[in-house]
Each structure stands twice: as structure tokens, then as C-alpha cells.
Nanobody, 126 residues
Framework: QVQLVESGGGLVQAGGSLRLSCAAS????????MGWFRQAPGKEYEFVVG????????SYLDSVKGRFTISRDNAKNTAYLQMNSLKPEDTAVYYC???????????????????WGQGTQVTVSS
């Protein structure tokens, strides 16, 4: 079992930045690929970014490329999502997730993930 706890959400003006953190506990963090999803009111879960177990491979939703950066620190059991140039359409609850898949192919589907955090709200005002 892996427990994931997100933090760092909040209210920010358009053009601003936030850094989300996802702290993991319970199992060896480096054994899991990580991802961030988001869900806006009335919408489905949407893949945002993913990162392989070593951190050597990443994948991004097209609309966040160049603005968001995912990273991980396996020594600290933490994944990060740096979000810059935020837009009102980025407003959502953001969830981190952990995948036991041993091969990394983007992991765009929520079904690729085995453990989920409780989510953190990100609100971008115009």
C-alpha cells in the first residue's frame, strides 16, 4: 500500500505560479511511476503529466507543455508539479497517483495507476 498526500494548492492570479508536492509513504517510492491528474467541476479526470520511476521519462498534456514541469526526488519520496503561467482553465482539483507498471509508456490512462492522493484545489482567477 502506498499513501499519497498532495500539498501546495491555492488561489493564484492568471500568469502566476504554484508548486504542488506529492509525498509518498508505505512502499519504495522509486518502484512507482507517478502522475498528476486534474478534475474540473462537471468534467472527467484529465491526465496532466507523468514521470517514470527513475525520472528519466516524462509525458505532458499538450495544453500544459512549456508551462508545467513534473519532477521527483526519490530520496525524499516526493513528486513535484511546478506550474507556471497559470490560466483560469487550469482551475481544478489536482491529484497525484502512483503506478506499479514496470514499463513506462506515458501512463495517460487513470487505469494505469494503483494509488491516489486526496487531491488539492488549484484556483486561477482571471
Amino acid at each position: 500500500q502506498v499513501q499519497l498526500v498532495e500539498s501546495g494548492g491555492g488561489l493564484v492570479q492568471a500568469g502566476g505560479s504554484l508548486r504542488l508536492s506529492c509525498a509518498a509513504s508505505g512502499r519504495t517510492f522509486s518502484n512507482y511511476a507517478m502522475g498528476w491528474f486534474r478534475q474540473a467541476p462537471g468534467k472527467e479526470y484529465e491526465f496532466v503529466v507523468g514521470i517514470s520511476r527513475s525520472g528519466g521519462r516524462t509525458s505532458y498534456l499538450d495544453s500544459v507543455k512549456g508551462r508545467f514541469t513534473i519532477s521527483r526526488d526519490n530520496a525524499k519520496n516526493t513528486a513535484y508539479l511546478q506550474m507556471n503561467s497559470l490560466k483560469p482553465e487550469d482551475t481544478a482539483v489536482y491529484y497525484c497517483a502512483a503506478s506499479r507498471k514496470t514499463s513506462y509508456s506515458g501512463n495517460y490512462d487513470p487505469r494505469d495507476y494503483d494509488y491516489w492522493g486526496q487531491g488539492t484545489q488549484v484556483t486561477v482567477s482571471s
